[in-house]
């Protein structure tokens, strides 16, 4: 059936390294995702998003890559800061609107 | 501006019960839309509102359903509770569409059901 996944529930990185948090999807006819950060307590807040037809696109410290050959979607966080904690949600549109499971990412100094 | 205003914020009921849950969406944005997140499941996608009319449905039971008023607040309603409905219910506002653009989040309604 349909379904988002993540390679890892939880992700710790150094202060100042690059994050790299991954995403599976398995419908073929999704065309919109999109990637969100939600800080504990708070609602998810959305981050980028990018169209299937597009491989890449950039915003502040932050790159999402798509590849859709092997469905799979990245989201790249440059100099990973101690306020990037949080867990990391993907979300694919193709019709429905799903939600992954959620990558907690945790910066340590 | 203000942000996406959910009410209320906490609450408790029984099995067999059944609760309402408003959301007030950003001034101006005529789209809101439900989600449930739970440990097990994650974020799930419940239904989308846009001026009153269901535009986009999840996969969830009848017994979820919402409604969107001439002033773009939402409300959910949940009834016949279950023990599997507790959960954190999360509203989302978006000018003009959805999903795509930002959606922004309430910091949501957490029912506990016992």
């Known amino acids: 059936g349909e379904s988002v996944g993540l390679h890892l529930p939880t992700l710790s990185v150094q202060e100042g390294d690059n994050s790299i948090i991954n995403c599976a999807y398995s419908?073929?006819?999704?065309?919109?995702f999109i990637w969100y950060k939600q800080e504990s307590g708070k609602g998810p807040q959305f981050i980028i998003d990018?169209?299937?037809?597009?491989d890449k696109r950039q915003g502040q410290r932050v790159t999402v890559l798509l590849n859709k050959t092997v469905k799979h979607l990245s989201l790249q966080i440059a100099a990973t800061q101690p306020g990037d904690s949080a867990v990391y949600f993907c979300?694919?549109?193709?019709?429905?609107?799903?939600f992954g499971t959620g990558t907690r990412l945790q910066v340590f100094p | 501006k203000a942000g996406v205003t959910q009410t209320p914020r906490y609450l408790i009921k029984t099995r067999g019960q059944q609760v309402t849950l408003s959301c007030s969406p950003i001034?101006?944005?005529?789209?809101v839309s439900w989600y449930q997140q739970t440990p097990g499941q994650g974020l799930q996608f419940l239904f989308e509102?846009?001026?009153?009319?269901?535009?986009n449905k999840g996969n969830f039971p009848g017994r979820f359903s919402g409604r969107q008023f001439s002033n773009s607040r939402s409300e959910m309603n949940v009834s016949t509770l279950e023990l599997g409905d507790s959960a954190l219910y999360l509203c989302?506002?978006?000018?003009?569409?959805?999903?795509?653009?930002?959606?922004?989040f309430g910091e949501g309604s957490r029912l506990t059901v016992l």
């Open positions: 989302a506002s978006s000018f003009p569409g959805f999903p795509e653009g930002e959606l922004f």
């Open positions: 990018i169209r299937s037809n597009m």
């Open positions: 979300a694919e549109m193709g019709g429905k609107l799903i």
């Open positions: 509102y846009f001026s009153e009319t269901q535009r």
């Open positions: 001034s101006g944005h005529r789209s």
């Open positions: 419908n073929s006819a999704s065309d919109y």
